[in-house]
């Protein structure tokens, strides 16, 4: 039975936030660090309050810490030692293995996020912009009252036009393909695959194999926790428009040409089931939008290109053990909208999005290491994910097609990793024994 | 992959760490791809008395592929060979296999595979195997990654090549015979 009232909301719920913020900070005490978690564990809703609660709440407090965090707040060593390697080394040490390399290697990444002083991350999220006002001044209030803590940076998250679903800069539907939890009370969508255990994205809990074995210690730090990688991608905006415009000679090519790139239409629609033309009805419809699979109805990718974005993240039939490499998907954007028509202004703009789940090797580094930036998937050669792998400029993106397959050269970096971290997030009693550690 | 030359057999001598310069995967250095394609040789002691029963699953699999010829098509396999062996030190069990895709991002997926099978409980009749291996697939990794031994020489009379480009350059065989066949 899963535990929703120990369970920190953002694993199982989604809010109606319209913006947000995300502090990064970090400890030079560990009693200052305890006193500012004291004070924010009130406003921590687990699952169930935020469920409870949710038409009347206007914003939502999500807490979590790198392993360094940890032992700024006073972990001991023998707990420190019991938790996941990848988590300890932190996203930055592990560039290498993420293909996180070139223009977003981590000396390039902004907010501190590289830096060995990150400790802690408060998601704030709020209903509207009044409410984002207040409760970040109260947070701001608080870091200056509790001595030893310091902001590193922040990030402000907004949605943009059109606000009726949720989008990224490019314009694309987002939140379409999503696990769901065994016990959770939701039911899959058509095509999302059977509800997982909860091993998969809760510690605590047996996963699709069975009992897990080895989980951090003490038991009441790891019950109802998970691990979250941060990824801060900016998006070009007009790089992008600016290769559509090139590569496709009406407006409609480059639609077809957009979609060729991500797996979907922008309406969400997916390929395998619109091949030539957008459905938005389709891509509205999640009964329908997410209803299809791969190795049975698009094996060479004539639809769906091999290796478009969505069909690299979620390789569907396609794949082996899809159930032990599923993740779950929260974040927003940030920065303004560029207008249709505008050419790109330098401004800062993107996703910054986590990936949650039990198994950041398993889940998150596979994704990165065997699907997005792997020459060798699918054998397409000299590929990576065309809109979040790492792009160096002198990739591939092949498009088949009767009678010849069109192969697009010296692909541009659409996006680029600005940053990212690994964070563990506990559950509430866990949150609760972090401020009793002793020194 | 494209640049090799799969009518030219190749031979690749290898540095004694397993890999010409070191890249990192999620489990442990990344062996690169040879004229052989990628392989390993897993080398353990094997328990007392347990010669029997590791004999005894190489009938396991015979009949396993038998039933389902595709069983173990995730790994990617060209070929395997288990060898039992003592030359002084006592029983030593050598599992070798020769796939396309390499050791790193293959590990999972045999180790699943391996539980879904009987092939895992192989490994239970070996020295050093962790207790906990069904709920502990970390610990299953581990054990593979530490009893590998890379090679220092791999040789392959049609290079680089996949098991799947062969399966295809078959059936293209296959075909053509059989519509000259037809046009006679």
């Known amino acids: 039975m899963l535990e929703f009232d120990d369970i920190q909301h953002i694993l199982l719920t989604r809010t109606p936030a319209m913006t947000g913020r995300y502090e990064f900070l970090t400890f030079s005490n560990p009693a200052g ?6 004070e924010l564990i009130p406003v921590v809703e687990s699952a169930a309050a935020a469920q409870a609660s949710m038409d009347g709440t206007k914003r939502w407090v999500t807490l979590a810490f790198t392993w360094k965090g940890l032992r700024a707040l006073g972990v001991p060593e023998e707990s420190l030692e019991t938790f996941p390697e990848a988590f300890c080394q932190g996203m930055a040490a592990r560039a290498d293995i993420l293909g996180d390399t070139g223009a977003a290697s981590p000396e390039h990444w902004v907010g501190g996020l590289a830096g060995a002083d990150l400790h802690a991350i408060a998601i704030l999220f709020a209903r509207d912009d009044a409410e984002h006002a207040r409760a970040t001044g109260v947070h701001d209030e608080l870091v200056a009252r509790c001595d030893g803590v310091r902001s590193l940076s922040v990030l402000d998250l907004n949605a943009t036009p059109p606000f009726n679903f949720a989008h990224d800069h490019f314009g694309f539907r987002d939140r379409l393909s999503q696990p769901v939890i065994e016990g959770s009370g ?3 969508t058509p095509g999302s695959g059977a509800p997982l255990k909860p091993g998969e994205f809760i510690l605590g809990y047996p996963d699709e194999l069975g009992p897990v074995a080895d989980l951090p210690q003490p038991e009441v730090l790891a019950r109802n926790g998970s691990y979250m990688a941060y990824r801060r991608l900016q998006e070009h905006v007009g790089v992008f428009r600016d290769y559509l415009r090139e590569h496709a000679d009406t407006p409609d090519d480059q639609e ?3 979609a060729k790139f991500m797996g979907r239409w922008r309406s969400g629609a997916p390929l395998v089931l619109a091949p030539e033309r957008d459905d938005p009805e389709l891509g509205a419809d999640p009964m329908r939008n997410n209803d299809f699979n791969y190795k049975e109805m698009d094996p060479l990718g004539y639809a769906c290109p091999l290796g478009s974005h969505a069909r690299r993240l979620n390789p569907r039939d396609t794949a082996h053990n899809m159930n032990r490499h599923r993740i779950i998907r929260r974040g927003a954007t940030y920065g303004p909208a560029l207008p249709e028509s505008a050419p790109d202004d330098g401004v800062d703009r993107g996703i910054a999005a986590f990936i949650i789940c ?11 290491n065997v699907w997005i930036n792997d020459r060798t998937f699918h054998e397409l050669g000299n590929e990576h994910d065309p809109i979040c792998g790492t792009q160096d400029g ?12 069109k192969v697009l050269k010296g692909l541009p970096a659409f996006t680029t990793l600005k940053g990212g971290a690994y964070f563990f997030l506990p559950g509430i009693k866990a949150l609760r024994y972090l401020t009793a550690l002793d020194s | 992959m494209s640049g090799h030359d799969w009518s030219k057999p190749a031979a690749m001598a290898i540095p004694q760490e397993g890999y010409f310069e070191l890249e990192r995967g999620r489990y442990g250095p990344i062996y690169p791809r ?7 040789s897993i080398i353990a002691k094997v328990k007392e008395g347990r010669e029997d029963a590791i004999r005894e699953h190489g009938k396991t699999i015979q009949a396993a592929i038998t039933e389902t010829p595709e069983f173990l098509a995730p790994l990617r396999l060209h070929y395997l060979r288990w060898v039992l062996f003592d030359i002084g030190d006592g029983l030593t069990f050598q599992y070798q296999g020769i796939f396309d895709t ?9 180790v699943q595979l391996f539980g879904q099978s009987g092939i895992n409980t192989v490994f239970t009749n070996l020295e050093g195997f962790p207790e906990d291996w069904k709920e502990n697939p970390d610990a299953f990794v581990k054990f593979v990654r530490e009893h590998h031994f890379p090679s220092f020489l791999e040789y392959g009379e049609y290079p680089y090549v996949t098991a799947d480009e062969i399966k295809k350059a078959l059936r293209l065989k296959a075909a053509f015979s059989d519509m000259l066949d037809q046009m006679q």
């Open chain 2, 102 to 110: 390499d050791f790193d991002k293959y590990t999972e997926d045999a």
């Open chain 1, 186 to 188: 939701e039911g899959p």
């Open chain 1, 358 to 368: 039990a198994s950041l090797v398993r889940q998150f580094e596979f994704a990165q």
């Open chain 2, 34 to 40: 040879t004229p052989a394609c990628y392989g390993f």
């Open chain 1, 256 to 258: 077809l040409l957009a």
């Open chain 1, 394 to 405: 002198t990739m591939e993106f092949k498009i088949p097609n009767r009678p010849i397959r």
């Open chain 1, 33 to 38: 660090g305890r006193a500012w978690l004291s």
